[in-house]
């Protein structure tokens, strides 16, 4: 019986089946898992199709609406560096200005000095001779 090559064949096929039978066991529940995943992954992808759109329309406008706001803030910023230059101007322009009002003043009240005295020596001098 042991050299019989049919019952080897009987008892290679009777194995085999058993191992199939096994195997369809354990595989069962994971081809139901494997079905389960793809559902799930079908369900995001269907979520991801929908909201995928919108979202990456909604992060264009809010790009465009950053670059419309830094255009802003430059032209701003530019405004505000210009009417700073103009400021720094008219003070360098005010400054000069008054450094030749200054100029102006000094000489003026040294012209009185000069000529208060003068007035006063020829008056003292007039006195002089009025006394004589």
């Avoid at 058993?18 to 066991?25: G, N, Q, R």
């Avoid at 269907?46 to 919108?54: A, I, N, R, S």
């Avoid at 009185?112 to 003068?118: A, E, I, L």
Wanted: net charge neutral; hydrophobic share 40%; proline share 3%.
């Amino acid at each position: 019986m042991i050299s019989d090559p049919l019952f080897w064949l009987s008892c290679s096929l009777f194995l085999m089946a058993l191992s199939l039978t096994a195997v369809l066991i354990v595989a069962i529940p994971v081809l139901q898992e494997v079905a389960r995943a793809a559902r799930s992954a079908e369900k995001l992808f269907d979520t991801l199709h929908q909201e995928f759109p919108p979202t990456l329309h909604s992060i264009r406008l809010t790009g465009l609406e950053i670059t419309e706001l830094t255009d802003e803030i430059d032209s701003g910023v530019k405004s505000a560096s210009d009417i700073i230059k103009q400021v720094d101007n008219s003070l360098n322009v005010t400054q000069t200005q008054m450094k030749k009002v200054q100029t102006g003043t000094r000489r003026l009240v040294r012209g009185f000095q000069v000529g208060w005295k003068t007035w006063n020596r020829s008056s003292l001098e007039t006195g002089d001779n009025d006394k004589s």
